[in-house]
């Protein structure tokens, strides 16, 4: 979270901000800063390595190849604020793209319309969420094991339900998920809304602190937050605009992130989340309901990964034997991890598994333009990795060496 | 002592944990207004019996009322609910959560979609530890892994207070503190018992204890042994209760008056 004013009457000042921000530098809260000079850094390495990397055409293609990735990597990021982990998001995210790939096929006897397949994938999701999750919360068996298991006998599902080796998915609808694109106008009124809705967003905290008496901190920096965002959002949409236009899956991925994001920071849950990766004696004495929020998060992961393996078949119009294998898992927790998010609970954000799914992308994407086979790609993806989890570990020495 | 019951209230509880037998019918009481000290040995069942009043474990057999009328605890929030707030040996804070966040850990303020009212909840945070004269923190809005050992016990204290608590118990407030911060919350828990709260205070520190505590209850192997009146007993007297289960002092020739010692 950014660091809030202090709750004296006084405004606060730019110097006294700042020192607090410090001190949290100093003491481990390093924040998004790393991912984000790490993504410009390698944006200018390929840039200047391949002249079609900073294109229109490219940028569309490198959202709706991060799309799903990006949506995994969200919802692990739950599990992995409790201190827990979740191995199967991969082959989940598989087995959601063939249910949605066997409702939808002609012929099948039980064909069903491509939303209602979607919604049937999802479903799913939930399903195997709440029964990995039961195991965990109720029972007691540790996440690594149970979601292992889900890793080994979702594999073997998904070659059972395909004896055929592939489904080509024919329903329009469905492959839409990540080959609609928007009109120029429909991305302009997008960037409207969204711009619009965060300047509210930050607009009502403002007036509510003004109301209940607590300084507000420096007005023309919460000015700059939303023309950074702003700019950010107006920047994204002129881009695709001049190739295909907005991508359907980077608003979905946008959206699934503000919610996420909101879930996350603003409400009950999201605290309890927190709480319980931080300290779960703590949050069960306090009262919190520590296997329910443990069986909601294993349900958030397992949505999520159904959301992108949904995605990932639309992308191929297809599902193969191969669906939810891969890179699909350590991709994910990649993403989360690198994005800030800490293996050992109660540290970390929905923000860091976006940058961090967009760094993770933007390798894949440059590294294939200019032509490296996936051997680089997995050596490069494998060095940021432990870059950024050695960062995290050293910032978390000096959190617990700053306290007390 | 008042005639009217006690605000808090317990007989005959027993609790075992598989075979092991850590409460047998032991009885416990307190009023608003006193400090009761809880004390014995370690393995005496001490922090099993304030567990079961924060509904942290639930009593096999026995009652408990407060204020008179019977009532169940079977979690943290019933507990709550009632004003019985714990302080624990370790705190229970989670670290990585600010103060204003540890404060309000598991009732936070929200509005009908669960949306966190933080505005609500930094300003009451700030209005207690003002209140509480608690002036060391600084920033309420830093993680509270940033806090020095006597801070994070400010924070838990004030986190019990802040509710309207009719009832504070305190798990070894000292235990881990320096003399400075020793001082500092016997003073808070004198303060708190002035205020009309009914506080509970477990120590291994006799010193400590005769110096706020109005009566000391004293358990020694999941049993009762005596209540005394900390102005009619001695340091001498409770050491021989904790040590040997004896609830008088040996010898009771001779004693001419209130129980004062006379070897």
């Not at chain 1, 405004?11 to 921000?21: C, D, F, K, N």
């Not at chain 1, 082959?91 to 939808?104: D, F, H, P, R, W």
């Not at chain 2, 567990?51 to 942290?56: D, E, L, R, W």
């Amino acid at each position: 979270m950014v660091t809030q004013a202090q709750s004296s009457r006084a405004s606060p000042g730019l110097a006294a901000l700042l020192r607090e921000r410090w001190d949290g530098i100093r003491s481990g809260d390093i924040g998004s800063w790393p991912v984000i000079i790490g993504l410009a850094a390698i944006v200018v390495f390929f840039t200047q390595k391949n002249g079609n990397f900073l294109t229109a055409v490219n940028f569309d293609n490198l959202i709706v190849q991060m799309a799903g990735t990006a949506t995994i990597a969200i919802g692990v990021v739950f599990v992995l604020l409790l201190g827990e982990i979740d191995l199967s998001i991969g082959y989940v995210s598989g087995v959601a793209g063939v249910v949605v790939a066997e409702l939808q096929l002609p012929g099948s006897g039980h064909q069903l319309p491509g939303l209602i397949a979607i919604v049937l994938a999802i479903v799913t999701g939930v399903v195997i969420g709440a029964f990995q999750g039961s195991f965990v919360a109720l029972i007691g068996v540790p996440s690594f094991v149970v979601t292992l298991a889900g890793l080994i006998a979702f594999q073997g599902v998904i070659i059972k339900a395909l004896p055929q080796g592939v489904i080509v998915i024919q329903d329009n609808l469905i492959n839409d998920v990540a080959n609609y694109y928007f009109s120029n106008i429909a991305g302009w009124i997008i960037a409207i809304l969204l711009t619009g809705a965060y300047a509210a967003a930050r607009l009502s905290s403002i007036l509510g602190r003004l109301r209940a008496g607590i300084a507000v901190r420096l007005w023309w920096l919460e000015l700059g937050r939303v023309a950074v965002v702003g700019g950010i959002t107006f920047a994204v949409v002129a881009i695709a605009n001049r190739d295909r236009g907005v991508p359907f899956a980077g608003l979905l991925v946008a959206v699934l992130f503000i919610a996420m994001a909101y879930i996350a920071k603003r409400t009950t849950f999201g605290r309890h989340v927190y709480a319980v990766g931080g300290n779960a004696e703590a949050a069960r004495r306090a009262g919190i309901n520590v296997a329910r929020i443990r069986i909601l998060v294993f349900i958030i992961s397992s949505v999520m990964a159904a959301v992108g393996g949904i995605i990932f078949a639309a992308r191929l119009s297809s599902v193969d034997l191969n669906a939810g294998g891969g890179t699909i898992l350590l991709d994910a927790i990649a993403a989360a991890v690198i994005g800030g998010t800490s293996l050992y609970g109660g540290r970390g954000s929905v923000k860091g598994a976006l940058l961090g799914a967009a760094l993770i992308a933007t390798i894949a994407n440059g590294i294939d333009l200019i032509g490296y086979s996936a051997a680089t790609r997995f050596i490069v993806t494998g060095l940021i990795l432990l870059a950024a989890v050695t960062l995290d570990t050293v910032s978390r020495r000096r959190l617990t060496a700053s306290g007390r | 002592m008042s005639r009217t019951a006690p605000t808090l209230e317990l007989r005959g509880i027993s609790k075992s944990f598989g075979s092991v037998r850590a409460l047998i019918d032991v009885d416990f009481e307190v009023r608003d207004g006193e400090v009761m000290a809880l004390v014995g040995d370690n393995g005496a069942g001490k922090s099993t019996l304030i567990q079961c009043v924060a509904g942290i474990h639930q009593i096999d057999r026995g009652k408990i009322y407060f204020e008179g009328k019977l009532v169940r605890i079977r979690g943290p929030n019933d507990a709550a609910r009632l004003g019985i707030e714990v302080v624990y040996q370790d705190l229970a804070l989670a670290d990585n959560l600010d103060v204003v966040q540890n404060m309000y850990l598991g009732r936070e303020e929200h509005d009908w979609f669960q949306r966190l009212s933080e505005t609500i909840m930094e300003r009451r945070t700030a209005e207690t530890m003002k209140s509480l004269a608690v002036t060391t923190i600084g920033s309420i809005r830093q993680p509270v892994a940033r806090l020095s050992g006597g801070q994070r016990q400010s924070v838990a204290v004030a986190r019990a207070v802040m509710w309207n608590s009719r009832v504070v118990i305190l798990d070894e407030p000292t235990a881990a503190l320096g003399v400075v911060q020793t001082r500092q919350v016997l003073d808070l828990v004198k303060r708190l018992a002035k205020q009309g709260l009914a506080v509970v205070i477990i120590s291994h520190n006799l010193l400590d204890v005769f110096e706020v505590a109005t009566r000391i209850t004293v358990l020694r192997l999941g049993r009762n042994v005596a209540v005394f009146e900390r102005d009619k007993t001695t340091q001498d007297e409770v050491v021989h209760a904790i040590t040997t289960g004896a609830p008088t002092k040996a010898p009771d020739v001779g004693d001419t008056d209130e129980g004062l010692p006379t070897w």
